[in-house]
């Protein structure tokens, strides 16, 4: 099958790839047919955060048709139409019970890793890094679903995928970042960033009732889109953020603001300067300017939230001011599938058309091209989707098709499905290198495996 694969700075490819099968028995294998480029996966591209290999399948929002499926998945069907959640959640575990998602304790193989950075593990997540699990990612034709009981919602027919498929990542990301603000009927909130996730979050805002919602950047396409959405934009180079907002809000701050920009901020000025030269010499691993913003303007006693990713250990964080002001901090993974659901009936309902934030549409071979759009913000690039099993030509803005397939239009043939890729005990090898030369039997540890050679070849020399 067609995968798009990282292979290094500002460089990824469309490959022949073995295709995923069937490895556990919650797992299904998903056709996909609409994934897309996320703000998340600009930090893979451009060599930010550790642990990517090269050749791994990249992409964390997609959708498509079941093609086969694990004996312990009973609530989808062969057939069935479904968006995947981007965190990877056994629904089990202490934090899944808790519906924190994004946290599930049983579904990153690599533990050990962002335990080294974080302390503790998060979830699994599709396509992002080795530290969070190595998982294949959906920019392909075909994608390996784990606990795809928990992680995958069917989609009623009548909505089309564009429609539907953000409810992968970034309208709960937005989401949840405006749910994290605790709204109070008057409020007002402030977010840093119009990309997709600020886009889902000023609209967010509004239907959970702010007042006001100020929507900040500095390309004039987003802040449109933002104003579009009920926002008042502010173009950051034309002002200064902080005291716009003071005078917004009567000198008090707005009551909430929301980082929708996180690692890779632009910077203008000295400042800037400062965080670019510690990222590039490793000696600071983000840059954190939109975050000391966003914390200096809140109001007294207001909140902070951080949907956009930070990878590791920042400067010149105003914890003065967080500690003095009485903020609160809220921020993490989007817990993606306690949002599915609720989401998908306010898209029924009518409250809002995800689709809205489609500039591109791409066919998965011209992602390389998709990547550097969206980095680029060239021609009017907000957010770009790519159609692995179409054939639909590569589309600009100016020259937009509209995606009203529904499914019922795309029954597959589920016999071209061939199998391929790792098997389950391939995966396991690969985890368990320490092979006894005697019996053959595997190990996670030079320990271990000393210890089981005592007993193997004394049993061998019985
Ligand atoms: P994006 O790169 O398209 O958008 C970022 C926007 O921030 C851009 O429009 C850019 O112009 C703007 N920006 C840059 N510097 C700024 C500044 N100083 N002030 C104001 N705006 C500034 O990306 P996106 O898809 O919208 O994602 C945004 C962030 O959210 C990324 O960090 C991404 O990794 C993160 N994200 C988090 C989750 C989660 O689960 N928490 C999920 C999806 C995305
Ligand atoms: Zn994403
Ligand atoms: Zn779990």
């Known amino acids: 099958m067609k995968a798009n694969c990282w292979y290094g700075k500002r460089d990824v490819r469309v490959e022949d790839v073995a295709e995923p099968r069937i490895l556990n028995r919650r797992d299904a294998i998903v056709k996909i047919t609409t994934t897309a480029i996320c703000g998340s996966d600009l930090h893979l591209y451009n060599g930010f955060v550790p642990t990517m290999q090269k050749g791994d399948i990249l992409g964390h929002e997609f959708m498509g048709e079941v093609v086969e499926i694990g004996p312990d998945v ?5 057939g069935d139409r479904v968006v995947v959640a981007f965190p990877i959640s056994c629904g089990k575990c202490f934090f899944c019970q808790k519906e924190l998602f994004s946290l599930c304790e049983n579904s990153n193989p690599n533990p050990w890793m962002a335990q080294k950075l974080f302390g503790q593990s998060p979830a699994g997540l599709y396509g992002y890094t080795h530290m969070l699990g190595g998982f294949a990612g959906g920019q392909a034709e075909y994608a390996r679903v784990p606990f795809a009981d928990v992680g995958a919602i069917k989609i009623p027919n009548g909505l089309a995928d564009d429609q539907v498929v953000f409810l992968s990542d970034i309208f709960p990301t937005g989401y949840m970042a405006a749910e994290n603000c605790n709204i109070e009927p008057g409020d007002t909130v402030a977010v840093w960033g119009c990309g997709p996730v600020g886009q889902f979050a000023v609209r967010s805002a509004l239907l959970l009732g702010a007042e006001r919602v100020f929507g900040i950047d500095r390309f004039p396409e987003r802040l449109r889109m933002a104003e579009d959405g009920g926002a008042e934009a502010i173009n950051y180079e034309e002002a200064d953020v902080y005291d716009i ?35 590039a010499l490793m000696l600071e691993s983000d840059r954190p300017h939109v ?151 595997k190990f996670d540890s030079q320990d271990q495996l000393q210890n089981h050679l005592k007993i193997c070849t004394q049993k061998k020399s019985q």
């Open 74 to 78: 009973r609530n989808l069907k062969q």
């Open 291 to 441: 975050f000391r913003q966003a914390v200096l303007a809140c109001r007294k006693g207001g909140t902070v939230s951080v949907p956009g990713v930070y990878g590791g250990f920042d400067d010149k964080i105003p914890l003065g001011s967080l500690m003095n002001k009485g903020l609160t901090i809220k921020t993490g993974q989007t817990h993606v599938q306690h949002y599915m659901r609720p989401l998908l009936e306010r898209i029924q309902n009518g409250e809002i058309d995800p689709s809205f934030v489609i500039t591109h549409r791409m066919r998965l071979e011209d992602a390389a091209q998709g990547y550097e759009i969206f980095l680029n913000k060239t021609d009017d690039c907000v957010k770009v989707v790519l159609k692995p099993n179409e054939t639909y030509p590569m589309t600009t803005k100016a020259n937009r098709f509209s995606d009203d397939k529904v499914l019922s239009d795309r029954q597959s043939d589920h016999s071209a499905f061939s199998k391929g890729g790792a098997t389950m005990a391939e995966e396991h090898e690969a985890r368990q290198p320490y092979k006894c030369a005697v019996c053959g039997a």
């Open 245 to 279: 907002l003071m005078e917004k809000t009567s000198g008090l701050g707005p009551d909430s603001c929301i980082d929708a920009v996180g690692l890779e901020a632009h910077v203008p000025g000295l400042i800037g300067a400062y965080d670019r030269v510690k990222q």
